[in-house]
């Protein structure tokens, strides 16, 4: 008890200017980019919104009008057992034009049988298999060659989607004839597992749920997620579909910017996704998704920083946020860091515990914005008791790995070894600088 009466002793004689020197990484590059300006953001989308009710109302006219054949891809390996339950969102879907195509990328599982039962059934329209694993851009590839439709929507074969999903992913279209590609809103399905699932519910809520709507409020939307997006068919064929990832989602994002489309996120369109159970399979796919950011945004797409013919600020403001953010904050945590043990280190016991809080109430804040926005309230907000321990989640575990994850792509080519994609693959993927 006197420790804690002592604590806040100390914070109540602290001058404000103190405050400022102790806590300057929060206040002048967290606080003000991730609820300050997101809440402003927000408010501004959901006027948007109130707004535009009566254009939104003709654009889904305008769909349901020409009712374009829309084929659904979802390439994947091993993924038999959710199968079934992507079918059965599917075929339950608002929007009934739909093409339906599995891809099986050298399965040894049970997928052939499943997908073929499917099949049968009359629950898809067409199963196809690589008889030799190629990775997942080779099974995205293949469907796409064999598809029909005007929109390729993408979804992970472990996915499965609201009713209204596809309806609503299509609509951004018809509202603006130079849109691209539309991504999909991604939750995680798997939060009652344990922790770490909902941990991740809880990240996946702030970056994609608000993130991703503050980022395509601003023209600068960078990620049409691989687990679900819509893309115009004729694009895909233009970039020349999916390059080896990993990060592939990434990077068919980034050539359809590069296409001098616009790339818009759909909040309304859900899609539910299962997410690792154990800390070191979500460690491996972080440290995938990580590698893939220096890869395309560093090196293979730097034409985006340079003056030439097709320049466009929208990129490159896009890319510089997404190496500011995510890069350059990494380097400057660590110089806080630095900062703070050199000159105050008899004061670490007041600081940490009080840098503690500060991301707690910002966090706090970060949710309540999702609950304003989200058509499930009543059911995420039971994640709100998990929020304590997002802080050493996000600022501290998954700081570290994404440093980590940086220093090996940087300096090692990390991302062309992960077994996530086959060996050949990833070495012709090298030798073409893909």
Not at 147 to 174: M, N, Q, W
Not at 175 to 202: E, F, Y
Not at 286 to 297: A, D, I, Q
Request: charged share 25%; with cysteine.
């Amino acid at each position: 008890m006197e420790t804690l009466v002592n604590f806040f002793l100390f914070w109540k004689t602290v001058g404000l200017d103190r405050i400022v020197r102790f806590f300057w990484y929060f206040f002048f590059l967290e606080l003000t980019r991730y609820v300050l300006f997101d809440f402003a953001v927000i408010t501004w989308y959901l006027l948007q919104k109130r707004r535009n009710r009566e254009k939104y109302f003709q654009a889904r006219q305008k769909l349901y009008a020409e009712s374009p054949k829309v084929s659904v891809i979802a390439p994947g390996k091993n993924e038999g057992e959710n199968l079934y339950k992507l079918a059965r969102s599917l075929n339950e879907q608002t929007y009934r034009n739909l093409e339906i195509i599995i891809i099986d990328d050298g399965s040894d599982d049970q997928t052939p049988l499943i997908a073929q039962s499917l099949l049968k059934a009359g629950l898809i329209d067409r199963f196809l298999r690589n008889e030799v694993r190629g990775g997942k851009a080779s099974a995205a590839n293949l469907g796409l060659r064999f598809a029909t439709g005007k929109f390729i929507v993408h979804v992970d074969a472990d996915s499965s989607l609201d009713r209204d999903a596809i309806e609503r992913i299509l609509i951004p279209f018809y509202l603006d004839p130079c849109v691209g590609a539309v991504g999909g809103n991604v939750k995680v399905r798997n939060w009652r597992t344990n922790v770490i699932t909902a941990l991740q519910a809880i990240e996946y809520l702030k970056t994609i749920s608000v993130a991703r709507l503050v980022s395509s409020m601003l023209g600068i939307y960078r990620v049409v997620p691989g687990a679900y997006g819509a893309f115009r068919r004729d694009l895909l064929d233009q970039v020349g579909g999916w390059d080896i990832g990993p990060g592939l989602d990434g990077d068919i994002t980034i050539k359809i910017r590069k296409a001098h489309c616009k790339i818009v996120f759909e909040p309304t369109s859900v899609c539910y996704t299962r997410v690792p159970e154990s800390l070191r399979a979500l460690t491996r796919q972080r440290l995938r998704w990580y590698r893939s950011l220096v890869r395309f945004r560093i090196r293979k797409h730097r034409d985006i920083f340079l003056p030439h013919a097709n320049f466009r600020w929208s990129n490159w403001i896009s890319f510089a946020e997404n190496l500011f953010y995510n890069v350059v904050l990494d380097i400057t945590w660590l110089v806080y860091i630095v900062d703070i043990l050199a000159h105050f280190p008899t004061l670490i016991g007041y600081i940490l515990p009080m840098n503690y809080f500060l991301y707690l109430f910002s966090n706090v804040f970060q949710f309540f914005a999702v609950l304003i926005l989200s058509e499930r309230r009543h059911e995420e907000w039971k994640l709100s008791v998990y929020l304590p321990l997002i802080v050493p989640y996000i600022g501290l575990y998954l700081r570290f790995v994404r440093t980590i994850a940086y220093l090996q792509e940087i300096f090692f080519r990390s991302s062309y070894k992960d077994l996530w994609n086959p060996r050949k693959t990833s070495a012709q993927a090298k030798a073409h600088g893909l």
